[in-house]
């Protein structure tokens, strides 16, 4: 590097000033040691921080970080003199204020460079990484509100370290949904600024976690008009998560009470936000990034910075430093109570209670009216007491009756040395015994020898801490009648530890027995009758496509033949006649072709599954023009799939193709095949208008239900998924024959 002879003069009076520095701070130390008020008041000395905020003086997220590192500074280290340069960001285009600003600082720190420069959000740290060196030389920047997410292309990592701003998205969502349980749809809103981008590419990473239970949206870069209009048409479940919408397409900024009512449709939405500012401005809340904490933290190393304190070098805090925080009002208006929030919550607007502004009084008041109400119980004590233990006695012996007594359920308990000593009404009739029989009965009276064995070692492993434990057996009944009795038993304990009795509540379950055997039954009928209607409607399919091509079209052949014979005599006036004859001839054979291929392919049963799926897409899909592409994974899928399978693999094949030209509006399928030893596999995706979840599981959707019986009768798998606009895609797996294919 060439520098100029004043340059050269500069450079070195600043080193002529370093070692008088030096000097001056041995000669301060030294008078420390023997003179500590002098020593004290040389720390006044006057050293510059600069502040480089990123956007305007006035903006909440900006104040709350400049006010915190002011606060730090005075009382830590308060002779240093802090400046402030606000970079209006927000309202202004940084191409083309940049310039202006460099020309700016270069007047003004000129001859009063800062020792340390903290820059807040990411304009200022990107303003810093181009222009630092010329602007400031070497000074030592100590960044912070930086996002997290972007790659910092720090090239002088030793004098650049600072703390970057995690929001906390996915916590925020989670707790969205928790306290609004019925929510249908999450919309995230943004700007298209640089910094807006970063945290909504986080969105976009977090939302797959919960796309199974709702539905999530984006509105990114639109105009106030479009996104009102945009939000009207929201249902009214929905909630939006301001990711970063400071402004819009038009270029117009918005304060956070303006942003909060437009996001919140005027109220009508709950609105979660990441940033501390928003809250009392119209959000509800979320788990919030502190601008105060991103402040603290800034000034913290950047005192380490002035104070020539080592800091690790190329490392950037991601300590957590969100909280949970919430308006007071908002959880009002939306029917939030106060419990379910979590622990440590912050609270906003909250009004002091009654009780709060009053405690004196009413503190006061309780002492006098507790004192008397002491010596009023204290006359009465006795007469109360009575009182109150017999209705106690009176309301437990109802309770009992009617927990024990009045049930349907049977219990009965035993000793440690297993013989009843209580039998309630329930089991004394299932028994078909007085009470005054079964008490004192022997437990292998009740249960058969056998199975008390296998009993008693789960029985004596009960302890306090785990003392159920649980069975179900095919009993008879005193009438004869065998019955299922599922049963619960708990070891009771006494104060020692030691087991005193063993209870037992049972309930007769053979109705819901009989009734899932016969539901299981029912359905494995309907599956049968299903697969055998269908195995009929392809022989019958066959039968009508061979009796078509043969007989028909052998008929049809020879009478095309006939009339071509007719057509070559001589002369025949007849003649222009019979070429029509011949022309629908030839127009009636291709139809009965056309017809016998639709009803049962005959490449199917003379090439193969492979063969005849490619001939079905190049006919089908190519005279609708639909682009497509065939791709095949493993072996021949004809080695192991039988007659059956490959029919109904077939069939599921064409009924998806159907679907894709009839409905999806797709302009590309792929088809893949896929072949292992033990299944065969099948996916078709298309580009087109998808399909919602509804659609899927509607019981009218009788074409994916006939799909998936057909595959379900040969223990296969088929699924259907898809979003609106994103395409869809059908997998199929369908198990290999048992033995390989028999053709």
């Known amino acids: 590097m060439i520098l100029s002879p004043c340059a050269g003069a500069r450079r070195g009076f600043r080193r002529v000033r370093a070692c008088a520095a030096r000097r001056l701070c041995l000669v301060l130390l030294l008078a420390a040691a023997f003179f500590p008020a002098a020593a004290n008041a040389g720390d006044g000395a006057a050293r510059r921080v600069l502040v480089l905020a990123s956007y305007h003086h006035g903006n909440p997220w900006t104040d709350s970080i400049v006010e915190e590192i002011r606060h730090v500074f005075a009382a830590r280290q308060p002779g240093v003199e ?13 191409r083309q204020v940049f310039p202006f600003l460099e020309t700016l600082f270069r007047s003004k720190y000129r001859d009063k460079p800062p020792e340390v420069i903290i820059a807040v959000n990411d304009e200022a740290l990107n303003f810093l990484l181009a222009r630092r060196d010329r602007l400031f030389g070497k000074v030592p920047v100590v960044f912070c509100a930086i996002n997290a997410t972007r790659k910092l292309p720090i090239k002088d990592a030793a004098g650049i370290v600072g703390v970057t701003e995690d929001v906390d998205l996915r916590r925020t969502i989670e707790l969205a949904l ?6 249908e749809r999450v919309v995230g809103v943004s700007d298209l600024s640089s910094a807006a981008r970063y945290d909504f590419e986080r969105f976009w990473r977090i939302f797959p976690l919960f796309e199974d239970r709702l539905r999530f949206d984006e509105f990114v870069g639109y105009s106030a008009e479009d996104l009102e209009r945009e939000l009207s048409r929201l249902p009214p479940n929905t909630i939006v998560i301001d990711v970063a919408f400071r402004r819009d397409r038009k270029g117009r900024v918005f304060s956070p009470p303006e942003t909060m009512r437009l996001l919140s449709h005027n109220g009508a939405f709950p609105v979660y936000s990441l940033w501390d500012y928003y809250v009392g401005q119209g959000a509800v809340g979320g788990f919030v990034t502190s601008g105060r904490l991103q402040g603290e933290a800034a000034a913290r190393l950047a005192l380490r910075r002035l104070n020539d304190e080592p800091v690790q070098l190329e490392e950037v805090e991601s300590e957590n430093r969100s909280v ?13 109570p106060l419990s379910a929030l979590p622990e440590g919550s912050v609270m906003v607007n909250q009004p002091e209670s009654f009780y709060w502004q009053y405690r004196h009084y009413i503190w006061g008041i309780t002492l006098v009216i507790g004192s008397l109400l002491t010596l009023v119980l204290i006359l009465f004590s006795n007469i109360l007491q009575r009182r109150r233990a017999m209705r106690e006695l009176q309301a437990s012996q109802e309770r009992y009756r009617a927990i024990v007594e009045d049930q349907t359920e049977y219990l009965m308990r035993f000793n440690r040395f297993f013989r ?5 009404s329930a089991i004394c009739a299932f028994l078909r015994l007085s009470r005054d029989k079964v008490l004192g009965m022997d437990a292998t009276q009740l249960i058969p020898p056998v199975r008390l064995r296998r009993l008693l070692p789960t029985i004596s492993r009960r302890t306090p801490d785990e003392p159920l434990f649980h069975g179900e057996e095919r009993v008879r009944a005193a009438d004869g009648a065998l019955r299922w009795i599922k049963w619960t ?7 020692e530890g030691q087991v005193e009795e063993y209870q037992v509540v049972g309930a007769d379950v053979t109705s819901e027995k009989l009734t899932y055997r016969e539901l299981e039954k029912s359905r494995e009928a309907y599956r049968e009758l299903a697969a055998h209607g269908q195995n009929l409607l392809e022989n019958e399919r066959t039968r009508i496509s061979m009796e078509i091509h043969d007989e028909l079209g052998q008929n049809l052949t020879a009478l095309n033949i006939g009339l071509s014979i007719l057509g070559q005599g001589p002369g ?8 029509e004859m011949r022309d629908l001839t030839e127009r009636t054979i291709g139809s009965v072709q056309r017809i016998s291929q639709e009803l049962r392919p005959p490449q199917l049963d003379e090439l193969g599954l492979l063969p005849a799926m490619q001939w079905h897409a190049r006919k089908f899909l190519g005279s609708v023009g639909l682009d497509y592409r065939f791709e095949k994974e493993g072996g021949n899928p004809d080695a192991c799939l039988d007659k ?9 094949y064409q009924e998806s193709l159907t679907n894709v030209v009839r409905h999806a509006g797709a302009s590309h399928v792929t088809i893949r095949v896929s072949t292992a030893d033990d299944a065969v596999g099948l996916e078709i995706a298309d580009d087109g208008v998808g399909i919602d979840e509804r659609a899927k599981r ?3 959707s009788l074409g994916i239900m006939g799909m998936r019986e057909r595959i379900r009768a040969f223990q296969g798998r088929l699924i259907v998924s898809g979003r609106p606009n994103q395409g869809t895609t059908v997998l199929v797996r369908l198990p290999a024959a048992q033995g390989g294919a028999e053709r």
């Open 178 to 183: 928790a306290l609004h349980p019925k929510t």
């Open 324 to 336: 949970p925080m919430f308006d007071y009002a908002q959880l009002e208006r939306f029917n939030i």
């Open 698 to 700: 509607s019981r009218n």
């Open 489 to 495: 038993g708990r070891a009771i304990f006494g104060p």
């Open 572 to 579: 025949g006036k007849h003649a222009e006649r019979i070429r």
């Open 82 to 94: 802090v400046y402030v340069e606000y970079m209006d960001a927000v309202r202004n285009d940084t």
């Open 420 to 424: 009843v000593t209580y039998a309630n």
């Open 644 to 652: 059956d399978r490959a029919t109904a693999l077939f069939r599921v």
